[in-house]
């Protein structure tokens, strides 16, 4: 059974850090791309950024790019998301999701984990 | 960037009643390379529909969807008390990944 477990999630503050983490299960992970995808509260789902399964590529959003870091440690089947420079409009729950098809930008996203709320405020 | 229109916004039926949800793309995408989710509150999306028409493993075929190039189309045959949810339409042919605003299916 294919489980993704997202951690890290919490209070941070206008201009602060976190570290986002995506544990993978009951797949192999080295062979997948996975994504970051997030949803503001009460709004749509809106594409973070995405991984290859070696790590080679990667894609970011217009809207972290610079500010956010993806990355993956394939020997511990894990997902991270670097998050620095977190402005308000950050705050959402944040995804991780397996990619099914072909490479970014044409797989869709066949198991998504629970999600973690990340919240930047004052 | 792909924009996706839904329609409507909200839909209100009943038990039975046959649902159509529309995802309208401001340019087309190629491949039918898109797909279709269900979130209920509180809860990840769970994936229904890819390739245009393809059902995921486990989905019911009381779900179909259909279209191609800049217009697609989710109904759902026979909606169950366990199908009133938000849909999203997302489209995985060019960078960036779009989705849809949603399409809220609410019980009349």
């Known amino acids: 059974e294919v489980q993704l477990l997202e951690s890290g999630g919490g209070l941070v503050q206008p201009g602060g850090s976190l570290r986002l983490s995506c544990a993978a299960s009951?797949?192999?992970?080295?062979?997948?791309?996975v994504s970051w995808v997030r949803q503001a509260p009460g709004k749509g789902l809106e594409w973070v950024s995405t991984?290859?399964?070696?790590?080679?590529?990667?894609y970011y959003a217009d809207s972290v790019k610079g500010r956010f870091t993806i990355s993956r440690d394939n020997s511990k089947n894990t997902l991270y998301l670097q998050m620095n420079s977190l402005r308000a409009e950050d705050t959402a729950v944040y995804y991780c999701?397996?990619?099914?098809?072909?490479?970014?930008?044409?797989?869709?996203?066949?198991?998504w984990g629970q999600g973690t709320l990340v919240t930047v405020s004052s | 960037e792909i924009v996706l229109t839904q329609s409507p916004g909200t839909l209100s039926l009943s038990p039975g009643e046959r649902a159509t949800l529309s995802c309208r793309a401001s340019?087309?995408?190629?491949?039918?390379?898109l797909a279709w989710y269900q979130q209920k509150p509180g809860q990840a999306p769970r994936l229904l529909i890819y390739?245009?028409?393809s059902r995921a493993t486990g989905i019911p075929d009381r779900f179909s969807g259909s279209g191609s190039g800049t217009d697609f189309t989710l109904t759902i045959s026979r909606l169950e008390p366990e199908d009133f949810a938000v849909y999203y339409c997302?489209?995985?042919?060019?960078?960036?990944?779009?989705f849809g605003q949603g399409t809220k299916v609410e019980i009349k």
């Open positions: 997302h489209q995985y042919d060019s960078s960036p990944q779009t």
């Open positions: 999701a397996k990619g099914r098809g072909s490479a970014y930008p044409n797989h869709y996203f066949d198991y």
């Open positions: 991984i290859s399964g070696s790590g080679a590529r990667i």
């Open positions: 390739g245009a028409s």
């Open positions: 340019q087309s995408v190629s491949s039918n390379y």
């Open positions: 009951g797949f192999t992970f080295s062979s997948y791309a």
